[in-house]
């Protein structure tokens, strides 16, 4: 049974406390989607030891602080990525 229902949770984070919540959020049932921003997405994608040398921004923290969320890019910067937002 999911404790949180049909309630999603839409993510603006980076550093460590808010992706760490986010993650035990999703890890008990809560639908968690991050926006990132284009290009080369949340600075935690180059924490940590790359799994593939070709690819820089897939590290080993980036995959476990967001295990079980769903991501999208937005640009922030952009009025049609802001009107979405809202």
């Known amino acids: ?8 949770v ?30 080369r997405g949340d600075p935690n994608r180059r924490v940590g030891e790359p799994f593939r040398p ?5 590290c080993s923290y980036y995959f476990a602080i967001n295990a079980g969320k769903e991501a999208i890019t937005l640009n922030l910067k952009d009025p049609r990525g802001q009107k979405l937002l809202h």
């Open 10 to 39: 839409l993510s603006l984070e980076q550093a460590t406390v808010l992706p760490y919540l986010t993650y035990r959020l999703a890890m008990d049932g809560m639908r968690v989607i991050r926006v990132e921003p284009p290009g």
């Open 54 to 58: 070709d690819e820089p921004l897939m």
């Open 1 to 8: 049974m999911n404790p949180f229902g049909d309630l999603t």
